[in-house]
């Protein structure tokens, strides 16, 4: 039997709870690896089986479809059938190997850009039109294998929409590129070129062992069904499933410059007629499909960059002003901000103290405007009854990247991954004692857990 399946099987043949715990495990294990400094070949090919169960990721299944239309186009009168392939699987793991490379040159420079709006914003675009081009609704040559003109599909076009596939997976194995961004931050006595190298070696193998999966679509799923009618509907299935993940790159993206659920949804309906009208808007003009493709993104960049800026320059509202809140002695004012039903102190020694004295345990929430994670997580704290009911038990701290407390916890060792980037959580106790931490806002079943639920 494959092993693969074997341990398949035997996760789900576990109750749920000791499922989810052997995956906890595995994944923390994972991640220790990546942050650490040694290198071996065991610790390569656990990285590599790392990277193959992190492809088993839901959100990595739209690219699946998209890998198996991309190298079917390119592979027509090819005459060896792994060479595309081949090449796309090697354009993919090249991404993480660059990952590697940018995440020592920079350290959390690199994460911090990959949370920017801005960033969650262009994600959201290229997934808005992956959609339309896999729903067949606009044609982009890229994704056939006439690519750019070119009468025989070339193995660097085929490189690069690899790399392309490799990018949009990243998304997805978040945690593992902030492990390795933690082990380069944990670093005290500075970087070396032996170190970039193990870095970017490492993000390597990740790499590789996730696209283990694309590399066996393109072998053996490059013969498609044969087409018909039938196709059209698979086509707007698959078309929808990447919208949503189109739509939750946006939300991110412009929750991060204050715009409400409402306008985000305006914005993203706005922009899918948008971009479908005036790439069929300009086919009457014989123009090529590049060149409209082309046009209609700029436009939709037009709408989508003056929407941004209107709301930075009109919009009513701004970030939340901290309430002082009076106490008995009239000198001790302590700073807190209430969202939704939650009240969260401002200041590090009041939540201490407030700690102290109901005796419950803190939990801390590293925040900043320009994260887009940060603001995510904040809206489950609004809408999760399940958090919001654990959070109501713990004394609340949250700490803005623009306090003076914030580079006092950067400082401290025990918190490297603040040097990486936001958002960050930990839970502690009265005494300054770390419970938990995490850089994933999605974890809030181990929250919880170790809130005590």
Not at 378 to 399: C, S
Request: a negative charge; aromatic letters at 12%.
């Amino acid at each position: 039997m494959n092993p693969l399946y074997s341990a398949i099987v035997l996760l789900m043949a576990t109750t749920p709870a000791h499922a989810e715990g052997v995956l906890t495990s595995m994944n923390a294990w994972v991640e220790s690896h990546l942050a650490s400094n040694q290198s071996s070949v065991g610790a390569y090919v656990f990285l590599m089986l790392g990277g193959l169960l992190a492809s088993l990721l839901p959100c990595v299944y739209p690219l699946y479809p998209i890998t198996a239309s991309i190298i079917a186009g390119r592979s027509q009168g090819t005459a060896h059938r792994a060479l595309h392939p081949a090449v796309y699987y090697v354009g993919l793991a090249s991404i993480y190997f660059l990952f590697g490379l940018i995440a020592a040159a920079t350290g959390g420079a690199f994460n911090e850009v990959l949370r920017l709006p801005m960033t969650n914003l262009l994600l959201a675009l290229l997934f808005l039109v992956l959609a339309l081009a896999t729903a067949g609704f606009v044609h982009i040559p890229l994704f056939s294998g006439n690519a750019l003109g070119e009468k025989t599909p070339g193995v660097a076009g085929t490189f690069i929409m690899g790399m392309g596939a490799g990018l949009l997976s990243s998304s997805c194995v978040g945690p593992f590129v902030v492990g390795i961004l933690v082990g380069i931050a944990s670093q005290t006595d500075g970087l070396t070129w032996l170190s970039t190298l193990i870095a970017a070696l490492k993000m390597l193998a990740f790499g590789l062992g996730l696209g283990i999966p694309f590399l066996l679509i393109g072998l053996f799923g490059v013969r498609l069904p044969k087409s018909g009618a039938w196709m059209r509907y698979v086509q707007w299935a698959l078309g929808f499933l990447i919208l949503y993940f189109a739509y939750t790159y946006l939300e991110k993206g412009l929750s991060g410059y204050g715009f409400k659920p409402e306008g985000i949804q305006l914005v993203f309906f706005g922009a899918l007629l948008l971009l479908f009208s005036l790439y069929h808007l300009w086919e009457g003009e014989d123009m090529h499909s590049v060149r409209r493709m082309e046009r209609s993104l700029f436009a939709l960049f037009a709408l989508v960059g003056g929407l941004v800026l209107a709301q930075g320059v009109f919009s009513t509202s701004v970030p939340a002003t901290p309430t002082v809140t009076a106490s008995a002695n009239p000198l001790a004012a302590v700073a807190t901000e209430t969202k939704g039903e939650l009240t969260w102190y401002l200041n590090h020694e009041d939540a201490i103290k407030a700690s102290r004295e109901q005796g419950k345990p803190i939990f801390v929430d590293f925040f900043a405007y320009w994260c887009a994670n940060c603001k995510a997580f904040e809206h489950l704290t609004q809408t999760d009854r399940n958090l919001i009911e654990g959070l109501k038990k713990m004394v609340l701290l949250k700490i803005y990247d623009s306090d003076p407390e914030f580079e006092a916890f950067q400082n401290d060792k025990r918190y490297p991954e603040l040097k990486v980037g936001l958002p960050f959580f930990i839970i502690a106790d009265a005494d300054d004692h770390l419970v938990y931490k995490t850089s994933d806002y999605t974890r809030t079943d181990e929250m919880l857990m170790f809130m005590g639920e």
